[in-house]
Nanobody, 125 residues
């Protein structure tokens, strides 16, 4: 499956953005999905995860209550709604997909076999 993330941009602190992850080449409903981000000079980190059937979601502590992950399997697209953005949310955001989730490993990169190219999110103070 191929993934294409989009929707990034420049926003002021306190603002909102909605990222999309369009997929092709596979049945999106067969894949669990995650969002990760990488800030300059830092390692890539987990942001959010959603099960293939939307029955479970998980968030990093730093974004919980501000970000919402969702998906529309009929449209082969996943989303990350980001509200109350902070300058520390500035990063390249990646969507990822995988068919298997090891117990408790939803926040680990090895869970996801497929990755999009990333979209830049910049939050100004």
């Amino acid at each position: 499956v191929q993934l294409q993330a989009c929707g990034g941009g420049l926003v002021q602190a306190g603002g909102s953005l909605r990222l999309s992850c369009a997929t092709s080449g596979g049945v999106f409903g067969n894949y669990n999905m995650g969002w990760f981000r990488q800030a300059p000079g830092k390692e890539r980190e987990f942001v959010a995860h959603i099960r293939r059937d939307s029955t479970r979601t998980y968030y990093a502590a730093s974004v919980k209550g501000r970000f919402t992950i969702s998906r529309a399997n009929a449209r082969d697209t996943g989303y990350l709604q980001m509200n109350s953005l902070k300058p520390e949310d500035t990063a390249v955001y990646y969507c990822a997909a995988g068919t298997q989730i090891l117990t408790g490993a939803y926040d680990q990169e090895r869970t996801y076999a497929y990755w999009g190219q990333g979209t830049q999110v910049t939050v100004s103070s």
